[in-house]
């Protein structure tokens, strides 16, 4: 496996997304996700991202339990704080240190670890001043509960503030070959454009940045029909770039690249990871997957190779349908 480094992580290409597994998607089973997570590690895999929201707690749980009997030392776990649910199950954003200090150690007890590798804001919170985060996630850093600290989400103006008072290793935010430099994620406005201003900032701050969804939440597979590809009890049916009238580009965009890649004999899903991978600035590519065929098919990209005709073949698709 190819890797990348985060200040001093050695990082497989390909990290293991874990959205799924917390139960909000279609056909996901706790067995199948623990399979996964165990045959991700037998293909070199290393980096695992998870999120307490994910299933309101369930996906670091069952990421938890697929680790029980491998060598810590040999895996590098992401999670995130920010995000927090009442009883009601009702979602809201805290940043607060007293919420940050509650939610690591849940963090911990649901991981079965006594440290994070990566613990990252999940999205901004309005109501909390970025310096009190900062600090709380610089004391967890002394406790050595974390390791190193990312922001997700965030603003460039917002990573800076937060910089003045903790180190910051990553950068995470949505970033695929569809979606070069987004204004919107399931409709919540994005404070940041991908390509044209996150990436040259790592760049200039020895940071990564950590591209999630950058299959398009699977579009990139090429398997999507034009409708009827899920039901609404699947998250994916909240995205307005997925469905209905505002689907059609993106749906012919792929068909268009979908051809592109049988007359080059690549699978599509492969020049969208290579895509990404080749670029200096991005770190581990969280790549979703909750059953071991899914782990088998973004490990054997590292068979295959895209020349860079293609991926400028494959750039120039993209623009002409205008996407972002």
Request: with cysteine; hydrophobic share 40%.
């Amino acid at each position: 496996m190819k890797l990348k480094t985060i200040k001093d992580m050695q990082t497989s290409a390909l990290g293991f997304g874990c959205w799924a597994m917390g139960g909000t998607w279609n056909n996901v089973s706790d067995q199948s996700s623990i399979a996964a997570v165990k045959a991700a590690i037998e293909h070199g895999f290393n980096f695992f991202d998870v999120a307490p929201v994910y299933g309101l707690g369930k996906a670091e749980t069952v990421l938890g339990k697929a680790l029980q009997g491998v060598d810590r030392s040999e895996v590098l776990i992401a999670t995130k704080c920010g995000l927090v649910w009442d009883d009601n199950k009702n979602v809201t954003n805290n940043l607060t240190a007293q919420s940050i200090i509650a939610e690591v150690e849940q963090s911990l007890t649901r991981l079965q670890t006594d440290y994070i590798d990566l613990y990252q804001v999940h999205w901004p919170d309005s109501n909390t001043p970025i310096e009190e985060t900062a600090r709380a996630l610089a004391a967890l850093k002394e406790q050595g509960k974390v390791l190193h600290i990312g922001v997700s989400n965030y603003s460039l103006d917002m990573t800076r503030e937060m910089m003045q008072n903790v180190e910051v290793a990553t950068f995470q935010g949505l970033y695929n070959l569809l979606e070069q430099d987004p204004t919107h994620y399931h409709n919540i406005p994005l404070q940041y454009r991908a390509k044209s201003e996150a990436l040259p900032f790592c760049q200039q701050n020895d940071m990564k940045y950590l591209p999630y969804s950058p299959l398009m939440q699977g579009l990139l597979t090429g398997k999507f029909k034009r409708s009827g590809n899920w039901d609404n009890h699947d998250d994916r049916h909240n995205n307005p770039k997925l469905n209905g009238e505002g689907f059609e580009p993106y749906y012919n965009c792929v068909e268009d690249l979908k051809q592109l890649t049988q007359e080059a004999n690549v699978p599509l899903a492969h020049l969208a990871i290579h895509w990404l991978v080749e670029q200096a600035e991005v770190g581990p590519v969280i790549a979703g997957a909750h059953t071991v065929e899914h782990v088998e098919k973004n490990a054997s990209f590292m068979d295959s190779s895209v020349s860079k005709e293609l991926l400028s073949s494959a750039e120039a698709i993209v623009r002409k349908w205008n996407l972002d």
